[in-house]
């Protein structure tokens, strides 16, 4: 089976760079996704990484090492707005996707 | 216009009661989906459907059942609810074509926050 472990809360200071990193294990690998959900909201889709490296959309960055089973996601210049949930999640070769618990960010002034 | 919308948006009922979430999409997408938030729990999917004569069990479809009426139009019904489906359910849709096939990128609709008394 897939499953994904992601820290449940990371706290940073506005203008501060903040990483939030996932670990997965699954069978089959199709890559890497991030989304972001803000309270009260839908989780919105914010990247995909399916080769290792570095992926980047403005503000926010992900990375991924297949080797180590590892990805991260990587909010820069932090602003207010960015304080929500964020989840990792394993496509399973278009057939669904397993979302982590997510990790609550809050972005203090 | 949204291009998931989800109807209720609140919904509060008492054991027993059977209850139907609705989901319509103007994505023209084929792939649904039914998931359950719940605090701390993430994402957990309950049914999917590929498209109008296709249903898919997910990780936790004991106690729910799925209607696909139309390309567009996905239900959720549970049958008689209890106190422990109280939660926020969200429908999504994708496209495999998406990302050139390997994101399954799935876009959501606003959520119906579900109340069982």
């Known amino acids: 089976g897939q499953s994904l472990e992601q820290p449940s809360e990371v706290t940073a200071v506005e203008g501060a760079i903040v990483q939030i990193n996932c670990t997965y294990q699954t069978s089959g690998f199709y890559g890497l996704s991030w989304y972001q959900q803000h309270d009260g909201g839908a989780p919105t889709f914010l990247s995909y990484n399916g080769l290792d490296g570095l992926e980047e959309t403005g503000r926010f960055s992900s990375f991924l090492s297949r080797s180590d089973s590892y990805g991260y996601l990587l909010l820069q210049e932090l602003q207010m707005k960015d304080s929500a949930s964020y989840f990792c999640a394993l496509p399973t070769g278009g057939f669904k996707t397993i979302f982590g618990a997510g990790t609550r960010l809050f972005v203090k002034a | 216009d949204a291009d998931v919308t989800q109807t209720p948006r609140n919904r509060i009922t008492k054991t027993g009661k059977r209850i139907m979430l609705e989901c319509s999409q103007t994505k023209g997408h084929d792939r649904m989906y039914w998931y359950r938030q719940d605090p701390g729990l993430g994402l957990r999917l309950i049914y999917y459907?590929?498209?109008?004569?296709?249903?898919n069990k997910g990780e936790i479809s004991d106690g729910y059942s799925v209607s696909r009426q139309a390309q567009a139009k996905f239900s959720l019904s549970l049958e008689s609810a209890i106190p422990n489906q109280t939660a926020l359910y969200f429908c999504?849709?994708?496209?495999?074509?998406?990302?050139?096939?390997?994101?399954?990128?799935?876009?959501f609709g606003p959520g119906t926050r579900l109340t069982v008394l």
């Open positions: 999504a849709t994708s496209d495999p074509r998406d990302g050139g096939g390997g994101t399954d990128t799935q876009y």
């Open positions: 459907s590929f498209d109008v004569k296709d249903i």
